[in-house]
T-cell receptor, first 114, second 111 residues
Framework: DAGITQSPRYKITETGRQVTLMCHQT?????MFWYRQDLGHGLRLIYY???????DKGEVPDGYVVSRSKTENFPLTLESATRSQTSVYFC?????????????FGDGTRLSIL | RKEVEQDPGPFNVPEGATVAFNCTYS??????FFWYRQDCRKEPKLLMSVYSSGNEDGRFTAQLNRASQYISLLIRDSKLSDSATYLC????????????FGKGTSLLVTP
């Protein structure tokens, strides 16, 4: 079925480890986004991508790296995980440059850093 | 100061009640407006877009006042299944139309 999938759904790791969260969409949407959700902050944008090989920082990019070699994939890497990066991570995609198109979200990855 | 402000609630209402949520945004360059719904920390799902002329979808009515930078959502005849967190969302053209979320308003509809 078409859609947007994230993996893993749950991840526990230790501080200092590298972690990669995967996001895959089958709609061929141009735009993809990564958000994190924390109590007291709501959802905040980490990085976004307008097309393959085009990425840009969002509100909270520090400690994260993204890439977009293919339109359908947008992995998010924590190069050296810290406890403050414990969060729920959502990937989203949308089509259309004018912002009128809503975004579709994956199920999220619950990441705990010990 | 967060760019999108919502009353966090919780709003506890009986079934059948009418409830209204308000939202203000600070960036006058806001491009698009939405209400999303989120259940128990699951993924946000689009409830409805918000248009300048106001729009209705069944029991839900959304209003936008650009001059006052104010968005509202009205839910009529509340159902138990309406219990969720409602997220006010605006987009800006200078960030790839990424969504800027309010912190959400919690609604609990009781029997």
């Amino acid at each position: 079925d078409a859609g947007i999938t994230q993996s893993p759904r749950y991840k526990i790791t230790e501080t200092g480890r590298q972690v990669t969260l995967m996001c895959h969409q089958t709609w061929s949407h141009s735009y993809m986004f990564w958000y994190r959700q924390d109590l007291g902050h709501g959802l905040r944008l980490i990085y976004y991508s307008a097309a393959a090989d085009i990425t840009d920082k969002g509100e909270v990019p520090d400690g994260y790296v993204v890439s977009r070699s293919k339109t359908e994939n947008f992995p998010l890497t924590l190069e050296s995980a810290t406890r403050s990066q414990t969060s729920v991570y959502f990937c989203a995609s949308s089509d259309g440059r004018q912002g009128y198109q809503p975004q579709h979200f994956g199920d999220g990855t619950r990441l705990s850093i010990l | 100061r967060k760019e999108v402000e919502q009353d966090p609630g919780p709003f506890n209402v009986p079934e059948g009640a009418t409830v209204a949520f308000n939202c203000t945004y600070s960036n006058s360059a806001s491009q698009s407006f939405f209400w999303y719904r989120q259940d128990c920390r699951k993924e946000p799902k689009l409830l409805m877009s918000v248009y300048s002329s106001g729009n209705e979808d069944g029991r839900f009515t959304a209003q936008l006042n650009r001059a006052s930078q104010y968005i509202s959502l009205l839910i009529r005849d509340s159902k138990l299944s309406d219990s969720a967190t409602y997220l006010c969302v605006v987009t800006y053209s200078n960030s790839g139309y990424a969504l800027n979320f309010g912190k959400g308003t919690s609604l609990l509809v009781t029997p």
